[in-house]
């Protein structure tokens, strides 16, 4: 399986992006996938999680950008979006999706870049005016 982040660019703050994450290879199937970001210096974090478990979808998100960015995958898609609005400078970084393939994640560890089998290459996203 490997997966194709695309979608970055320059924006104003107060704009909008919208990242796409397509998936290929066998036939795919993941128990949970997830948009992290890293800026210079800095460590991957958390940006927000789809989980699929026994035909219930959540989603999750961080502190940071609940309420401004929205992560979705429509049924029998193979790419997951990040529709990201009112984007900040502190929004810029490199963003990677990220799937869990191979065990049924809790909750609690959705947040943990480990968690995650594969990743794509990234994109970037730049806030400024």
């Known amino acids: 399986v490997q997966l194709q982040a695309s979608g970055g660019g320059l924006v104003q703050p107060g704009g909008s992006l919208r990242l796409s994450c397509a998936a290929s290879?066998?036939?795919?199937?993941?128990?949970?996938m997830a948009w992290f970001r890293q800026a210079p210096g800095k460590e991957r974090e958390f940006v927000a999680a789809?989980?699929?478990?026994?035909?219930?979808?959540?989603?999750y998100y961080s502190d940071s950008v609940k309420g401004r960015f929205t992560i979705s995958r429509a049924r029998g898609d193979n790419t997951l979006y990040l529709q990201m609005n009112n984007l900040k400078p502190e929004d810029t970084a490199v963003y990677y999706c990220?799937?869990?393939?191979?065990?049924?994640?809790?909750?609690?560890?959705?947040?943990?870049?480990?968690?995650?089998?594969?990743w794509g290459q990234g994109t970037q996203v730049t806030v400024s005016s």
């Open positions: 990220g799937a869990v393939l191979g065990v049924r994640p809790i909750v609690s560890a959705l947040r943990t870049a480990t968690l995650y089998d594969t």
């Open positions: 290879g066998r036939t795919f199937s993941a128990y949970a």
């Open positions: 789809m989980r699929w478990i026994s035909g219930n979808v959540g989603t």
